[in-house]
């Protein structure tokens, strides 16, 4: 595995911009499977995070209504699970480097939430390792925070990006770390390189204007999210990001 460079603040916070963590995760893409990027297809993303990253993947119930999607445990850590048989919380021991998904996104056939799911934890765990060693030696500086010391507890807000007050603003690290985490799983799932093949295709372009022209990023995106199995509002605003949709057409006078 390849080791991703980038800034740190004083706490340890990466100092990076969406668009170096698109740029790195080609990179790493590059270095476990070049074909991904110039063969659009979906990552096996247990396999990148347990063959490629050396993370380990466990499966719990993380919370009593589903609410947390996802953990990264940086170190040696007693996590927090919900009993269903005993109808409460209990701490259980989990080793550092692993990543519990939430049982109940691990199935039912959701597939593309679990699959951001686990890029999101990826992500973590390449960018903000220093960050929570940095909790961990000075716990003081963070008794009113909402991670644990040494770990990563996501909620579907954060895997997401739903929120109350509509676009989500980067005021505290747990907003910035967050983002980092989620534009890294877009990234991973849906690489820069090979969104371009898929949404400059002449067939695809032409199906998506043809059937539809109002509608036609709309139908892009759903062509886009059956080639990397992704959610159709995720390969929407991947799509955005990237401005590989189609341009508004102004009004006729």
């Not at 096996?44 to 209504?65: K, M, P, R, T």
């Not at 008794?143 to 990006?161: P, Q, S, T």
């Amino acid at each position: 595995m390849i080791v991703l460079d980038f800034r740190l603040d004083d706490r340890n916070v990466p100092v990076i911009s969406d668009l170096e963590i698109d740029v790195g995760a080609e990179k790493l893409l590059c270095d476990y499977d070049r074909r991904l990027l110039t063969n659009p297809q979906p990552l096996d993303v247990e396999a990148f995070a347990e063959d490629y990253l050396g993370l380990h993947i466990h499966y719990d119930n993380l919370s009593h209504n589903g609410c947390i999607w996802g953990t990264m445990i940086f170190v040696n850590s007693r996590i927090p699970i919900f009993d269903q048989k005993k109808k409460r919380a209990e701490y259980i021991p989990v080793d550092a480097n692993t990543i519990i998904i939430d049982n109940s996104i691990a199935s039912g056939g959701r597939e593309e939430i679990f699959r951001s799911s686990l890029g999101h934890e990826c992500g973590h765990g390449i960018y903000h390792r220093e960050y929570f060693e940095h909790r961990l030696k000075n716990p003081d500086l963070y008794e009113d925070d909402e991670f644990g010391v040494g770990f990563a507890a996501c909620r579907k807000a954060d895997i997401m990006g739903i929120h109350r007050k509509g676009r989500r603003t980067l005021l505290t690290e747990r907003d910035f770390i967050e983002h980092h985490a989620k534009r890294f799983s877009a990234a991973l799932l849906m690489p820069k390189t090979a969104m371009r093949v898929v949404c400059h295709d002449k067939g695809f372009r032409d199906l998506a204007r043809g059937e539809a022209p109002d509608l036609s990023n709309e139908i892009l995106a759903e062509q886009v999210a059956d080639v990397f199995k992704v959610s159709s509002a995720s390969a929407l605003i991947r799509i955005q990001q990237l401005n590989l949709g189609f341009k508004s057409r102004p009004n006729s006078p």
